[in-house]
C-alpha cells in the first residue's frame, strides 16, 4: 500500500488498518450504484470504502439520520479509483450526488471552472462558528479563486523529518535545526556507514516533498500559489532554481541510500531503512508513523523515533512554522442539487461533522482530527506523536497541499516525471523550470 491508498494515520493498535494517506489509488473493499443530486427533504452523500474512514463516515450518516428523520442523507461508498472515475462522469451528466468528496486544490478546481459545485464562502461568513470550529490551515485546499467551495473534513497529515535517536546518539550528533545544519551532517553519517537519508526515490512523490518544503522555507509560499493560479512562467522564479540547486546538491553529497532512485514506498522499504538503523532520517508523512509502529517491533515503544518540523534555510524568507501535506479532506455540495437537498447537507455540515462525536471517531481510528481543540482525546502511547502533529496543522500560517494534489493531472504527471530526472541528476535545474513552465495551467 502507498500513501495514494487511503486517508488514515495508523497509530497503536490500529497501525496495520491505515498506513498510508490519500490519493490516487484506492483502498480496497466496498461497491456502488449510482446515486442521485438528492431531491425533496434528502441528500446523497458519495464517499470511499474501507478502513479506517469508512466506518466512521457511516456513523456520522447515521447520527444526523436519526436525529434528522424527515431528512435524510444516503451514502454510497467507492473505491477510490472507481469513486475518481464515477464522480467525474456522473456529475457532467447532472447524476451526481448532493455532497461530493474530494482532495481539494485542483480537484476541486476543475469542479469549480465547470460550475458543479456551489460557492459555500457566503454561507461560512454566515455560520461563522461552524467555520472556527475547523483549523484555519485547512482551508486553503478549499479555496479557489478567494473563494470557499469545500467544507475542510476528517483529518489532518502533515509531511514532518522524522529521524532515529539512536543512530544520532551513536554518531554524537544532534537533529539539524537548519539546511547548512543538515548538510553538515551528511558526511558524519556517511563516515559511519549509515545513509543520512532514506528516500523511497522510485515512488517519485516521495522525492517531491523534498522540494515543497525547501521552495516554502526558502521563499514562502507565494511561488507555488503563483503557479497553481497559472501564472505564466511562475516556476521562473530565482527562489526555483536555488531549491533545485539545493536538491542536486544533497544529492552528490550522498545525502539518500545508494540505489534511491529504485527503492520504492509502496513496499515500505524506504520505511524499514528507518528503523533498522540502516538509515538516519526520512522525511515523510505523519501515517509512517503507524507504518514505524506496526513494522518495526519496539523502535517506537522504545522510544527509539523522533520526529520534528522541517527546519529553516537559512537567509530563507519561509516561515518555518509552515507545513505541507494533507490539509484535510473535502465535501462541496453539488451546484446542480435541489435547493432541499442543499439544506440538507449544509445541516449535516454545520452540526453531524463539527460535533463531539465526530472528532472522537478519526481519535479512535488512529488521526488527528480537522476539527480545533482534539488534543484531550490524545491518550495512550501515541499521545505526544498526535499532540505533536495536531501542534503542527493548528500552529502552521500555511499549509500547503502536496503539489501533485494540487496541481491538474496532466501538470502533475509532469511534476512527477521530472522531480524522479532531477534527483537522478538527469536534468538541470534549468531544464526543469523550462519543462514545468510548458504545462503551467494545462
Same mark, same amino acid.
Given at each position: 500500500m502507498n500513501r495514494r491508498n487511503f486517508l488514515g494515520l495508523g497509530v497503536g493498535a490500529g497501525a496495520a488498518a491505515a498506513l498510508a494517506a490519500c490519493g490516487s489509488s484506492g483502498p480496497s473493499g466496498g461497491s456502488s450504484s449510482g446515486g442521485s443530486s438528492g431531491g425533496g427533504g434528502a441528500a446523497s452523500y458519495w464517499s470511499l470504502s474501507g478502513p479506517p474512514g469508512e466506518p466512521v463516515r457511516q456513523a456520522a450518516i447515521d447520527r444526523f439520520n436519526k436525529a434528522n428523520p424527515d431528512s435524510k442523507i444516503t451514502p454510497t461508498f467507492f473505491q477510490n479509483d472507481a469513486y475518481k472515475q464515477k464522480i467525474k462522469t456522473s456529475l457532467g451528466a447532472n447524476q451526481g450526488p448532493t455532497m461530493i468528496w474530494g482532495w481539494g486544490g485542483g480537484g476541486l478546481k476543475e469542479y469549480v471552472d465547470s460550475n458543479l459545485v456551489e460557492d459555500l464562502t457566503g454561507w461560512l461568513g454566515e455560520n461563522a462558528a461552524v467555520k472556527d470550529k475547523i483549523l484555519a490551515s485547512s482551508f486553503g485546499a478549499a479555496t479557489v479563486n478567494g473563494k470557499i467551495y469545500a467544507l475542510p473534513v476528517e483529518t489532518v497529515q502533515p509531511i514532518v523529518l522524522f529521524y532515529n535517536k539512536k543512530v544520532f546518539e551513536k554518531v554524537g550528533v544532534q537533529p539539524p535545526q537548519s539546511w547548512g545544519e543538515i548538510m553538515a551532517l551528511v558526511p558524519k553519517f556517511n563516515a559511519a556507514k549509515i545513509a543520512p537519508f532514506s528516500l523511497g526515490g522510485q515512488s517519485r512523490w516521495t522525492n517531491m516533498m523534498w522540494l515543497e518544503f525547501l521552495l516554502d522555507r526558502t521563499a514562502g509560499s507565494e511561488v507555488f500559489d503563483r503557479v497553481f493560479a497559472g501564472e505564466k512562467d511562475a516556476w521562473s522564479d530565482p527562489a526555483v532554481l536555488d531549491m533545485l540547486t539545493k536538491i542536486q546538491d544533497l544529492v552528490k553529497a550522498n545525502g539518500f541510500q545508494k540505489g534511491f532512485s529504485s527503492t520504492t514506498a509502496d513496499s515500505n522499504a524506504d520505511q524499514a531503512l528507518l528503523y533498522t538503523g540502516k538509515a538516519a532520517m526520512m522525511l515523510h508523512g505523519s501515517w509512517s508513523y503507524g507504518i514505524q509502529v506496526s513494522n518495526g517491533g519496539n523502535f517506537v515503544k522504545d522510544g527509539g523515533l523522533g520526529w520534528m518540523n522541517f527546519p529553516a534555510v537559512e537567509g530563507g524568507k519561509g516561515d518555518p512554522s509552515n507545513t505541507v501535506g494533507n490539509p484535510g479532506q473535502y465535501l462541496s455540495i453539488s451546484s446542480k442539487a435541489t435547493a432541499e437537498a442543499k439544506d440538507v447537507a449544509k445541516k449535516?455540515?454545520?452540526? *453531524? &461533522?463539527? /460535533?463531539?462525536?465526530? !472528532?472522537?471517531?478519526?481519535?479512535?481510528?488512529?488521526?488527528?482530527?480537522?476539527?480545533?481543540?482534539?488534543?484531550?482525546?490524545?491518550?495512550?502511547?501515541?499521545?505526544?506523536?498526535?499532540?505533536?502533529?495536531?501542534?503542527?496543522?493548528?500552529?502552521?500560517?500555511?499549509?500547503?497541499?502536496?503539489?501533485?494534489?494540487?496541481?491538474?493531472?496532466?501538470?502533475?504527471? *509532469? &511534476?512527477? /516525471?521530472?522531480?524522479? !530526472?532531477?534527483?537522478?541528476?538527469?536534468v538541470s535545474p534549468q531544464q526543469w523550470v523550462d519543462s514545468m513552465n510548458g504545462v503551467i495551467g494545462k
Open positions: 449535516f455540515f454545520s452540526t *453531524t &461533522l463539527v /460535533d463531539d462525536d465526530e !472528532k472522537a471517531g478519526w481519535v479512535k481510528s488512529g488521526g488527528v482530527p480537522v476539527l480545533k481543540n482534539s488534543e484531550s482525546l490524545f491518550t495512550g502511547g501515541d499521545a505526544q506523536f498526535l499532540k505533536d502533529m495536531a501542534g503542527i496543522a493548528n500552529g502552521a500560517k500555511v499549509f500547503a497541499q502536496s503539489w501533485d494534489q494540487a496541481l491538474s493531472p496532466t501538470a502533475a504527471e *509532469t &511534476l512527477l /516525471d521530472n522531480i524522479a !530526472k532531477l534527483f537522478q541528476l538527469q
